[in-house]
Every structure is written in C-alpha cells, then in structure tokens.
C-alpha cells in the first residue's frame, strides 16, 4: 500500500522484489491515483519475474543509464559511451522511448550499410 513520507510531496511504497529483497522507493508522483496504479505495475512485473521469470520491459533510458554507471569505473571509453549513447538514442527513440524487438537487427544493418537505407 502506498504511503505518505514526512516532508515529502510524493507518495511512496515498499513492497519485495523478485529476489525476496525490501524495496522502498518513491513513486514520483503527489496523486493517489497514479501513484496506486505505478505500484500495481511495480508489484505485478516483481511477481511476474518471480514466479514465470519474466524480465519487465525497460527504457532505453533505464537501460544505458544502468550500463553507463556500471561501466564508468571500469573503462576508459565511459566518457566516449556517452557520446555514443546520444545517436543510439536518436535511433532507437524515435518514437515511444521502448525498445522493439526487432531494434537491435535495423541498428546492426543500419551500421553495416554505413547509415544509408536498405
């Protein structure tokens, strides 16, 4: 159930994950409303990944963010990825901010063909 934090607009939740782990997070919104539906959504997709091991859709965003910082430490080329991140998400973004299954196979053509169409 949602709930309200001192000196806080926002709604937030705690509920366990997939991995049997406490999440605490804000829900990023000061509608009850929204934020009820936000942690429905977070709930299902944590029992979904639990109980039939379906992986929840991500954002592009969600996605490079999640590699860039994992990655930065690691790599000399952290500053370069992050130019790079800029044209894959003008490639891959173009219309909803999800990626489509067949993303991946346009892009690799895409750079095989060195950016021309088919």
Known sequence: MSYKRKKSPFWWTSFTDANGKRVRRSLGT???KEAEALEAKWKGEAFQ???WDVEPDHTFEELMLGYLNASASDKRSAKTDRQRTKSLK???CRKSGKRHPTDRHTWIHHVQTGGRGS
């Open 30 to 32: 000061t509608n009850r």
């Open 49 to 51: 990944q639990q109980a």
């Open 90 to 92: 003008r490639f891959f």
